[in-house]
């Protein structure tokens, strides 16, 4: 089965940096749409930032545009948030997700919760004042 492994979290003063990676060992993630997500402590998972398969289609919610980035380098089987100017709310565990390969939507993501089936164990990200 696909297991993903998120890392990279940690605690940060506001207006610092973070990479989270997602990865899984032993199975390629070519072709899936990948999606990171995060949940705060009493809140529901909130869709964060997708790249589509081929890597082609990219997606933020409005929160973190211009200051976060995704990416995934097929290569390294990876999959990569770059998160820059940090605030106190974008604390959350951040999660990995990944959707079923669909040949038709290979340059598209959504940040549909149900449009993904595995997800990794999260990795805190704490932001301080």
């Known amino acids: 089965q696909l297991q993903l492994v998120e890392s990279g979290g940690g605690l940060v003063q506001s207006g610092g940096s973070l990479r989270l990676s997602c990865t899984a060992s032993?199975?390629?993630?070519?072709?899936?749409?990948i999606s990171w997500f995060r949940q705060a402590p009493g809140k529901g998972r909130e869709g964060v930032s997708c790249?589509?398969?081929?890597?082609?289609?990219?997606e933020y919610t409005d929160s973190v545009k211009g200051r976060f980035t995704i990416s995934r380098d097929f290569a390294k089987n990876t999959i990569s948030l770059e998160m820059t100017s940090l605030k106190p709310e974008d604390t959350a565990i951040y999660y990995c997700?990944?959707?079923?390969?669909?040949?038709?939507?290979?340059?598209?993501?959504?940040?549909?919760?149900?449009?993904?089936?595995?997800w990794g164990q999260g990795t805190q990200v704490t932001v301080s004042s």
């Open positions: 997700a990944a959707g079923v390969p669909i040949p038709s939507i290979q340059a598209m993501c959504s940040l549909t919760t149900s449009d993904y089936d595995y």
């Open positions: 032993g199975f390629t993630l070519d072709h899936f749409v």
């Open positions: 790249i589509s398969g081929s890597g082609v289609g990219t």
